[in-house]
């Protein structure tokens, strides 16, 4: 079989995999880059075929954008004040796509099956093209009529998977499931299904979840005139926490507050120093006044969203009230963009909502655990992602070594350097040692495909990705990175940022000097210096120029460790998100960006750079 040679191969045609492209050839512009995309159109999360009526960004206007393509009101339609619209994001990302030509590199509707280390370093991507991109079916659909194309060869120097959080839909085992005779489907498939199962007012919808895709499709299915039952496992995590677009006394936007440094020195963080504001943070987390003021803050924000959503007001919207202090979640705090009052439908009786476990199905029926039995004719289950990329790595046995997700063979002894990373967290931040207490009757959910590696209930080990990008084993490597392997408001900068990095990492481009390797995370560098962490280097390099390359060596056992003490504190700071998993991040997002621009010898104040007695201000408090 012919193999096609290429330079660069990005997995993914999502916000993170458009701007790695992009990026890469600003820097090789003669470089042979391609994209490989499953889905049909451009976007990811936001292709067409995921467009369902209503769907709606978190942020509103002017908060999810490249910062050199603006998403102005004249050609996208959005209007200051305004969430999204899931068509705009959709429409903004092909045409930043066409814009820098990158449109014409991405092979769409392409499935990568296996990706293979080559002895010559190397990457060989078998991939089949056009399969159907997206399902209509039930529980068991697939792409397995992938298999029936033809199989094609791509041989790579660079590898970049930028797949994502949120492309493969998890299913938990439902007993009965062969018996509902009726559409059952992923909350992915929703525009696929939504038409033909919202085409009577006579019809009960039944949803399965408690996440921002419960919401969305119970809201999506009562605003249409249909019933729906909504069932949140008594076993699980209860629902997410949802805020109204302005929140804390003073009415601010959520999705700028996230942005605005001050309010994230209220966010224990363990890279948070590389904002240039480690004094602060010390004060706040690592004195007695400090902490009180901390714990104030997240009351207050708290305190707000509960009294405006009226929660306590009436025994069916008590029913949301999220289980967990806002203080330890992350994505899971998310924003009512709905055009109307969501809690409306529950109140008026549109929107059911039900505490208890689905016990099994029969025909149209959904019977629960507590010994109610719901009439069916549609059951949506928004139960999560497989958050591991659904590609089959060879050899065998080398998901550890490239920083995926995966099992242990057996229970293993507590890694020293894990040990160690905790104990520098916990006495950091002695607030992260009084964890949450979690719902006793929590039972993780049973996996409907028990010898799937990639399911979720399958894995007891997280992402180990330095910088949340390159597997440790290969950090010398240059060859395979990730982008958009983690969660947050930030998309866009984020996004960016992981691009802007990577590009200098593969083309040995990152300026450096001396530095402890294994201090470097826990006291950054001054402002004048611009280690990238865990490197030596024989000389300087000022510029990010494809022509004057430093000889960086990066030290594999102090990268190892930041990698473990940067994943290990997700599963401290968030344990009621997805922390122990993957990057999932809220008010951290901003110093992960200064991180990664003082890797790069960039000015990570911005608006530092305008001068004046105000610039203090505008960086601190401005988003």
Not at 84 to 96: E, F, N, Q, W
Not at 333 to 356: M, T
Not at 398 to 423: M, N, Y
């Amino acid at each position: 079989m012919e193999e096609e040679i290429v330079d660069l191969v990005v997995i993914g045609a999502g916000w993170s995999g458009l701007v790695m492209v992009k990026t890469y050839l600003d820097l090789n512009a003669k470089a042979n880059v391609i994209a490989l995309e499953s889905a049909r159109s451009i976007g990811g999360v936001w292709s067409e075929e995921r467009m369902y009526s209503g769907l709606r960004t978190n942020n509103l206007y002017d908060s999810l954008e490249y910062s050199d393509y603006p998403m102005d009101e004249r050609t996208f339609g959005v209007k200051a004040g305004e969430h999204i619209p899931g068509p705009a994001v959709h429409k903004y990302l092909r045409s930043y796509a066409e814009r820098f030509d990158i449109h014409r590199r991405i092979r769409f509707g392409t499935w990568v099956q296996t990706v293979e280390r080559r002895s010559d370093g190397a990457w060989l991507i078998n991939c089949r093209s056009d399969p159907h991109s997206s399902s209509t079916v039930g529980a068991g659909s697939t792409n397995d009529s992938a298999v029936d194309r033809p199989l094609k060869q791509i041989l790579t120097k660079k590898l970049v998977i930028s797949s994502g959080l949120t492309s493969e839909p998890f299913l938990p085992h439902i007993p009965g499931s062969d018996d509902f005779n009726a559409p059952l489907f992923h909350a992915k498939y929703l525009l696929d299904n939504f038409s033909h199962t919202a085409s009577s007012t006579e019809s009960n919808v039944i949803i399965y979840g408690s996440a921002k895709s419960a919401f969305d499709a119970a809201y999506a299915y009562a605003s249409n005139g249909i019933s729906v039952d909504w069932i949140i496992r008594e076993s699980g995590h209860g629902p997410i926490w949802m805020a109204p677009i302005h929140v804390t006394p003073l009415k601010k936007r959520l999705d700028h507050l996230i942005g605005v440094r001050f309010l994230t020195w209220f966010s224990p963080c363990i890279w948070g120093a590389y904002d240039g504001f480690g004094s602060l943070r010390r004060f706040f987390h690592n004195t007695t006044i400090g902490r009180w003021i901390v714990d104030r803050f997240w009351d207050i924000l708290a305190g707000d969203v509960m009294a405006l959503n009226g929660y306590d007001k009436h025994p069916e919207t008590k029913k949301l009230k999220p289980w967990t202090q806002a203080f330890w979640i992350a994505s899971g705090l998310s924003i009512l963009n709905y055009p109307e009052d969501i809690f409306e439908y529950v109140r008026n009786g549109k929107i059911k909502v039900h505490i208890a476990d689905i016990d099994h199905l029969s025909e149209k029926k959904v019977h629960l655990s507590n010994g109610q039995t719901l009439k069916a004719d549609t059951l949506v289950c928004s139960t999560g992602w497989k958050h591991r990329p659904s590609i089959k790595f060879l050899p065998e046995g080398t998901d550890r070594a490239l920083g995926l997700p995966h099992t242990t063979a057996e229970k293993a002894e507590i890694d020293p350097l894990i040990q160690k990373a905790d104990d520098y967290i916990l006495n950091t931040y002695p607030r992260l040692q009084q964890q949450p207490a979690m719902s006793k009757n929590y039972k993780p959910p049973i996996s409907s495909s028990p010898s799937d590696d990639n399911d979720p209930c399958n894995l007891d080990q997280p992402y180990q990705l330095y910088r949340f990008m390159v597997p440790p084993a290969y950090i010398n490597d240059r060859s395979i990175g990730y982008t958009g392997m983690i969660l947050s408001l930030h998309t866009a900068i984020c996004a960016q940022a992981q691009a802007l990095w990577l590009t200098a990492y593969f083309g040995d481009l990152l300026p450096s000097t001396s530095s402890n390797p294994t201090t470097a995370d826990l006291t950054p560098p001054s402002s004048s210096s611009s280690l990238p962490n865990g490197t030596t280097s024989n000389h300087e390099s000022k510029t990010l120029s494809p022509t004057q390359k430093t000889t960086t060596s990066f030290d594999q056992s102090s990268i190892t460790y930041l990698t473990i003490l940067h994943s290990r504190f997700g599963r401290w700071r968030y344990p009621a998100g997805h922390g122990k998993q993957f990057p999932d991040i809220a008010f951290d997002a901003i110093p992960y960006v200064d991180m990664l621009l003082r890797d790069l010898g960039l000015e990570w104040k911005r608006k530092w750079k305008r001068g004046g007695w105000g610039r203090w201000w505008r960086e601190v408090f401005w988003p």
